[in-house]
Nanobody, 126 residues
Framework: QVQLVESGGGLVQAGASLRLSCTASGRTFSNYVMGWFRQAPGKEREFVARISWAGAVTVYSDSVKGRFTISRDNAKNTVYLQMMSLKPEDTAVYYC???????????????????WGQGTQVTVSS
């Protein structure tokens, strides 16, 4: 079992930056591919970014590529999402998730992730 707790959300103006954190407890954090997802009201949960076990490989959705950066610190059992140049369309609840799979088999599909945090709200005003 892995417990995930997100933090760092808030209300910001367009163009601002935020850094989300997700701290894990339970099983060995470094054995999991970690992902960030988001869900806006009335929309399906969508993939944002994922990162390999050691942090060497990352993948981003086209909508955030070049603006968001995912990273992890396995010594702190924490994964981060640095968000820059935020837009109103980035407004959503952001979730971190853990996926116990080799990187080559990992995906951005939410149903493939084994553990989820409770989410943190990010609101970007125009």
């Amino acid at each position: 079992q892995v417990q995930l707790v997100e933090s760092g959300g808030g209300l910001v103006q367009a163009g601002a930056s935020l850094r989300l954190s997700c701290t894990a407890s339970g099983r060995t954090f470094s054995n999991y591919v970690m992902g960030w997802f988001r869900q806006a009201p009335g929309k399906e949960r969508e993939f944002v970014a994922r990162i390999s076990w050691a942090g060497a490989v990352t993948v981003y959705s086209d909508s955030v590529k070049g603006r968001f950066t995912i990273s992890r610190d396995n010594a702190k059992n924490t994964v981060y999402l640095q968000m820059m140049s935020l837009k109103p369309e980035d407004t959503a609840v952001y979730y971190c998730a853990a996926h116990r799979a080799p990187w080559a088999l990992s995906t951005g599909t939410p149903r493939n992730y084994d553990y989820w945090g409770q989410g943190t709200q990010v609101t970007v005003s125009s």
